[in-house]
């Protein structure tokens, strides 16, 4: 509609503050349509604008997934989506109509990184530029308008964007709309950040985090995951909603059992079809990311995970159990100290990740492999300090025939070392460069965990742990290159077994 239809859809500057109560109501027939929808979802189709994707200004019509988001979109939201599906924009536009219709308002936006966010706070941008000049100089009128905030001095209220980078984000606010966005990509600190932003939102306001997939871990999987305990709504919009995904006069040809069963289950056209192809063939194992098919595998099949994660899955699909469990669960057995096949006691070696102890920190790890096999034996990890970590390691080491022990000797395990050698002065220590301990460095490190990654895809039945498969699958490449435990995830067990398996390597004098 144009500012016409606008002005007699909202008579006046006091009737359109009123309709900030209003804003859940079911509209009349005239204004919806003929349609049941509420009064926010006419006034975004009514009065705001956006660019489509092939960059001509129109106004918004709900899409599928946006009216179906609309329809049971609740105060607390986790949207799992496809690529593109409209979701941040309608997220965007109905926070915006509450921040313009109800006075005192602060809503709230955070993105991954800064293009991102600004990318978003365009759309938002151009709500306000495109809106009847009738508002934009009365109650719209602004006291700050740029890359981060629009603030409204009439009604006291404010829109404002930012990154997720800040893990202080929201201290000091009250917000009253939280849309946050891409939260399976936000960085490794995610967690501190959503839970600073979420603890400045009052049991009245609204939350809303949405994302594509990047993996099974990290913060956006763990709020997936635990909705239904945290009291969230979830929502899954497939890639097929988008009724643009489809790709006309190409002949599919012959299908697969797969394909078939998507045509038979969600009545996939064949056009859709070759569109999944191509997407398949530009996108690899990232189509699953880009866009998701269901609300399990797109997680399990995508993000830069460093390991196989089909042989993962496949692993911890068998749900391999230790033959003991000692110290509270802490630390498992999976195979008991044996004789070599020539009688000769055999020989073993400790991979040591140590941490602080805090129980709301890292975990400290030991990972024990058979030196010969480099089959994994035993497993500790738990939340000791380095005196209590440096007992249990000891007494296995001890157990199995006097093992060689390489703690990581960065930042804690100076500490582990210290405790090993004074009270388990007859421990087998490893040394590396004359000093006792490993060190873990920019040469060392990406060598160890391809080391792990290359036995990993030839002998996975050599690893047992499902905490381990667990880490393996949340172990990610970053946008610098580097790689490590996604957001929210841990990578001790990883860390301490590509150590071990680095002793290994390095004692057998050849790649293992």
Same mark, same amino acid.
């Given at each position: 509609? @144009? ?20 804003? $859940? ?28 994707? $092939? ?18 979109? #609740? *105060? ?12 941040s924009t309608y997220v965007a536009a109905r926070f915006f109509v509450d921040t313009i219709t109800r006075p005192g308002t602060l809503t709230v936006q955070v993105a991954h990184d800064q293009e /991102? %966010? ?14 009847? +000049?009738?508002?934009? /100089? ?23 964007? @930012? #990154? ?6 929201? *201290? ?7 849309? &946050? ?30 994302? #594509?997939?990047?993996?099974?871990? @990290?913060?956006?999987?763990? $709020? ?43 009545? =996939?056209?064949?056009?859709?079809? %070759?569109?999944? *192809? ?8 990232? &189509?699953? +990311? ?33 033959? +003991? ?18 009688? %000769? ?5 400790? !991979? ?12 400290? &790890? %030991? ?23 440096? =007992? ?52 060392t490190r990406p060598m160890m965990l391809e080391n792990f990654a290359s036995i990993l895809r030839r002998r996975p039945d050599l ?8 880490? &393996? ?5 970053? !946008?610098? !290159? /580097? ?5 929210? #995830? ?23």
């Open positions: 509609m @144009g500012d016409v239809d606008a002005v007699v859809v909202v008579q006046g500057l006091k009737e359109f503050l009123q309709l900030g109560g209003m804003l $859940e109501d079911r509209a009349p027939a005239e204004f919806g349509r003929g349609k049941k929808v509420a009064v926010r979802d006419v006034l975004i189709e009514t009065l705001l604008k956006i660019r489509d994707k $092939e960059g001509r200004l129109r106004g918004i019509t709900l899409n599928r997934a946006q009216r179906e988001y609309a329809q049971r979109a #609740t *105060r607390r939201n986790v949207v799992l989506k496809a690529r593109q599906l409209g979701i /991102s %966010a600004e990318q978003i706070f365009r759309i938002v941008h151009r709500f306000l530029e495109t809106m009847p +000049e009738l508002f934009k /100089s009365g109650v719209l009128r602004t006291s700050r308008a740029n890359t981060r905030q629009l603030v409204f001095p009439e009604l006291d209220s404010e829109y404002r964007v @930012g #990154t997720a980078a800040d893990p202080n984000a929201g *201290r000091g606010l009250t917000i009253h709309n939280l849309h &946050c966005s891409e939260v399976a990509r936000w960085p490794r600190d995610g967690a501190a950040t959503l839970a600073s932003l979420r603890a400045a939102v009052p049991p009245g306001g609204c939350v809303t985090l949405e994302s #594509t997939p990047n993996g099974a871990g @990290g913060v956006f999987y763990d $709020e997936w995951q635990r909705a239904e305990i945290t009291g969230y709504t979830r929502h899954f919009f497939p890639w097929w909603w988008d009724k643009t995904y489809r790709r006309e006069g190409m002949n599919v040809g012959e299908t697969t059992d797969e394909e078939r069963e998507l045509m038979r289950v969600y009545d =996939l056209q064949p056009e859709q079809i %070759a569109f999944r *192809r191509e997407m398949k063939a530009n996108f690899g194992r990232r &189509c699953a +990311e880009e866009f998701a098919e269901d609300a399990t595998t797109c997680f399990l099949s995508s993000g830069e995970c460093v390991f196989d994660v089909d042989l993962i899955a496949e692993r911890l699909a068998k749900k391999m159990k230790p033959i +003991e469990e000692r110290d509270g669960g802490r630390i498992h057995i999976y195979w008991p100290v044996t004789m070599g096949d020539d009688g %000769a006691p055999r020989r073993y070696i400790i !991979g040591v990740d140590p941490a602080g102890g805090g129980a709301d920190g890292d975990y400290a &790890c %030991a990972q024990l492999i058979e030196r010969d096999s480099g089959i994994q034996v035993a497993e500790l990890r738990g939340h000791y300090n380095p005196e209590q970590l440096a =007992l249990r390691v000891a007494d296995l080491a001890r157990e199995y025939n006097n093992a060689l022990v390489a703690v990581e000797r960065n930042n804690h395990g100076h500490a582990v070392l210290a405790h090993l050698n004074l009270s388990q002065a007859f421990v087998n220590v490893y040394s590396m460069g004359g000093q006792p301990g490993w060190i873990t460095s920019a040469a690893f047992s742990s499902q905490t381990l498969f667990q880490e &393996c699958r949340t172990f990610v490449r970053h !946008g610098d !290159g /580097s790689s490590s435990a996604a957001g929210g #995830t841990h990578d001790d067990t990883v860390m301490a077994m590509a150590i071990a398996l680095a002793v290994r390597r390095e004692r057998a004098g050849q790649l293992q």
